[in-house]
């Protein structure tokens, strides 16, 4: 990749993929709305170009970028957070809003366009990891709309002869994860010495940090395989009590409150990533433990407190 657009830019995900791409000395179109506020997240270099533009007018992009592009990244997505699932009718505007970005990558001279699926595409199901391949069996408005938005694409690409991927990302956490979340709300609770409560926690997981999507996300774009889907995650589970204990570990937080409330009705009990043809088809495999995640996104967390850059770790700090 010589020369990209990202929309979605400054969410957790969007952000990682252009940290990435810095140190490849790509060249990238960061799509913001820049009443948004957000902008700073991202850094400043000559390599790095801020484009003004909402969801509802993705089709003026190519208009707004003078250049020709060869991938398109489709990040953004509306009406996500502890809402997402509140109104099928606004879930369900994200399908255009794909389709549209299919249109803009078209037009801009891309060859390979990349979306952003959810692991809730499958639904809830009781699998030792879940695949690519897995049934799809969505029960949301949030997860129907994922769905529908890769299959659309991936349609459309073929008929205006462009390339077409469509990662499904499971459970990431780390820097500028929405506040709403377990890690990212518990990490907040318990550094401010706040008493946390959470369900008996025995579902497995699979935790991936910020980063390491970022990365699984550039190898997707230099890579992947034309139609594939790859499920984007760390590939390995654990106890969810696990991961708080360790959080609660690093924050030196007393009581986490394991087991102070039940578990929400349809609770997904086994959540886990086959990772296998990603690292096939890209070589992807995760940098960061789930300790050295947190412990950037405590560094991270503190730094936000005090007005400073919140500059991660280094490798050898972690």
């Given at each position: 990749m010589k020369r990209i657009v990202v929309t979605g830019a400054t969410s957790m995900i969007g952000g990682a993929l252009i940290e990435e791409c810095m140190k490849h000395d790509t060249e990238v179109y960061a799509v913001v709305r820049a009443s948004s506020g957000k902008q700073s997240r991202l850094p400043s270099c000559p390599k790095l170009h801020l484009v003004d533009c909402d969801l509802e007018n993705l089709h003026c992009l190519p208009e707004k970028i003078p250049e020709k592009c060869d991938t398109f990244y489709h990040i953004a997505w509306?009406?996500?957070?502890?809402?997402?699932?509140?109104s099928t009718e606004l879930q369900s505007r994200?399908?255009?809003?794909?389709?549209?970005?299919?249109?803009?990558?078209?037009?801009?001279?891309?060859?390979?366009?990349?979306?952003?699926?959810?692991?809730?595409?499958?639904?809830?199901?009781?699998?030792?990891k879940i695949s690519p391949d897995?049934?799809?069996?969505?029960?949301?408005?949030?997860g129907a709309s994922k769905l529908a938005a890769g299959q659309l694409a991936r349609m459309l690409c073929r008929e205006l002869g462009m390339e077409c991927i469509w990662p499904r990302i499971f459970s990431v956490y780390g820097i500028y994860e929405k506040e709403t979340t377990m890690i990212a709300s518990g990490l907040r609770r318990m550094l401010a010495g706040e008493s946390t409560e959470f369900t008996p926690a025995m579902q497995r997981w699979d935790y991936l940090y910020s980063k390491d999507a970022g990365?699984?996300?550039?190898?997707?774009?230099?890579?992947?395989?034309?139609?594939?889907?790859?499920?984007?995650g760390s590939g390995q589970a654990r106890p969810l009590k696990e991961y708080i204990e360790e959080m609660a570990r690093l924050t030196n937080a007393k009581e986490p409150g394991i087991g102070a409330k039940p578990y929400p009705p349809g609770a997904v009990m086994n959540l886990c990533a086959d990772t296998e043809s990603l690292t096939e088809d890209t070589g992807f495999v995760p940098e960061y433990t789930f300790e050295q995640g947190i412990r950037e996104t405590i560094a991270w967390l503190k730094a936000?407190?005090?007005?400073?850059?919140?500059?991660?770790?280094?490798?050898k700090e972690r």
């Amino acid at each position: 990749m010589k020369r990209i657009v990202v929309t979605g830019a400054t969410s957790m995900i969007g952000g990682a993929l252009i940290e990435e791409c810095m140190k490849h000395d790509t060249e990238v179109y960061a799509v913001v709305r820049a009443s948004s506020g957000k902008q700073s997240r991202l850094p400043s270099c000559p390599k790095l170009h801020l484009v003004d533009c909402d969801l509802e007018n993705l089709h003026c992009l190519p208009e707004k970028i003078p250049e020709k592009c060869d991938t398109f990244y489709h990040i953004a997505w509306g009406n996500t957070g502890e809402s997402r699932n509140k109104s099928t009718e606004l879930q369900s505007r994200n399908i255009f809003y794909t389709l549209q970005a299919v249109r803009a990558a078209e037009a801009l001279g891309c060859g390979r366009f990349i979306g952003a699926g959810s692991q809730a595409e499958y639904g809830p199901m009781d699998v030792d990891k879940i695949s690519p391949d897995s049934p799809v069996n969505p029960t949301t408005p949030y997860g129907a709309s994922k769905l529908a938005a890769g299959q659309l694409a991936r349609m459309l690409c073929r008929e205006l002869g462009m390339e077409c991927i469509w990662p499904r990302i499971f459970s990431v956490y780390g820097i500028y994860e929405k506040e709403t979340t377990m890690i990212a709300s518990g990490l907040r609770r318990m550094l401010a010495g706040e008493s946390t409560e959470f369900t008996p926690a025995m579902q497995r997981w699979d935790y991936l940090y910020s980063k390491d999507a970022g990365r699984a996300y550039y190898l997707i774009g230099e890579k992947g395989r034309n139609g594939a889907v790859y499920c984007v995650g760390s590939g390995q589970a654990r106890p969810l009590k696990e991961y708080i204990e360790e959080m609660a570990r690093l924050t030196n937080a007393k009581e986490p409150g394991i087991g102070a409330k039940p578990y929400p009705p349809g609770a997904v009990m086994n959540l886990c990533a086959d990772t296998e043809s990603l690292t096939e088809d890209t070589g992807f495999v995760p940098e960061y433990t789930f300790e050295q995640g947190i412990r950037e996104t405590i560094a991270w967390l503190k730094a936000q407190e005090t007005g400073q850059s919140g500059k991660a770790l280094t490798q050898k700090e972690r």
